[in-house]
């Protein structure tokens, strides 16, 4: 049957099919913060494919991405076809969070590495206790060595695990990126061999295969911001927009504080103590510790929280800017906003995952030209281990000079 005539049809609504449930989405989508001003449009859009799927006679609990795609195809205009598959989308996802689908999607059939990535995943989690962070980092690397394998080997995949193909695959992939990458990679492989000598799949702990991969340590003096440019940063976004306010309070809490990015996307409400003056930091490691909180900080968070924080469910400090209303996605979208900052200044930032850091060294920096000793900056960036804070020795240049020795002159060479 022709779309034109299935969106011409009009039975009625019939609690079977997707009418019932209108009302009930759009009052989510209002809730979530989306605009009441398009709200007319949303509901044509979903009342007409609710008129689809009943002349079609697919009942509400069938329904998934591939009526979706059926119901947009005759859309010419790439606007309207990506504006109404998003609201579908949403329209699916609730239907999916009240159970109204019955049906689950099909997934396509588990695949022997599927198998053995999902249980060393499993593994690292209810064993190892490894955070979330880590557990993904550890995924990304491992699935691509097993996809790899799989390729060549087929269903005889831990057979084919050997000390060649490990180094093979490392190998291959070690002058790809950076060092830091080639270390994870490497790390990765040897939890994954590991596991698979503790749960008995391999005889021998092939970990010990998998070359070292040497990055020297202090090897490098970390990019810092001077105090003005520092300050140039801090002035860019506009503080007269609730996205400026918010993006205001995350630069000085960077700055004035040296957070990680991660440490600021997943600060909560309740991590603020504002009559005792201080925030609680979720760092690396589930470690938990309360620094000071500066009085510009302060201020910047609470005119943020007063006038633009939208009010939701969500317990985290800082909400995406569009609805729904909820935490930012993660680090990355730390980083991005600082690249912009540093952008709109006129700087240059050296890496594209490591943006935010910059702040931190900064801090570090400064405070060991000011006369900080390394305990002391070691407590306010919270490092566990003292050969993290020692990098900074390196960038107190007039304290060098002063104990440098010269370089020997052509006339002292006999």
Known sequence: MPIEVLLAADDGPNPEFLDAYIAGFLDDLWAQGFAERRMPRRRRTVESFARWARCAQV???????????????PLRSP???????????????YLDRTGVLTK?????????????????????????????HTVKSYRLSVRAFLAERAAEAGAALVETIDARTVRAHLLARAGTGSPQKARLIATSLRSFLRYLFLSEKKERDLSVAVPMVRRWSQASVPAVLSPDE???????????????????????????LGLRAGEVVTLKLSDIHWR???????????NIESLPLPCDVGEALALYLHKDRTPCSSPRVFLRAIPPYVGLAGSSAVSLMVRRALSRAGLHSPSRRGAAHLFRHSLATRMIRNGASLVEIAEILRHHSPG???????VDFESLRQVARPWPGTDEVR
């Open 59 to 73: 009942a509400v609990s069938d329904l998934s991405e591939v009526h979706v795609a059926l119901f947009v195809e």
């Open 79 to 93: 606007t309207r076809l990506t504006r109404t598959r998003g609201v579908l989308r949403r329209l699916l996802q």
């Open 104 to 132: 689950p999607p099909t997934e396509p059939a588990a695949t022997p590495e599927d198998h053995l990535l999902r249980a060393y995943l499993r593994f690292l989690r209810q064993d190892r206790g490894l955070s979330p």
């Open 230 to 256: 520092v300050e140039r940063i801090l002035a860019t976004p506009d503080c007269d927009t609730p996205t400026g306010r918010r993006n205001h309070a995350i630069l000085l809490l960077l700055a004035r």
């Open 276 to 286: 005792q003056g201080e925030i609680v930091v979720r760092g690396k490691g589930a």
């Open 388 to 394: 993290t804070t020692e990098i900074y020795a390196k």
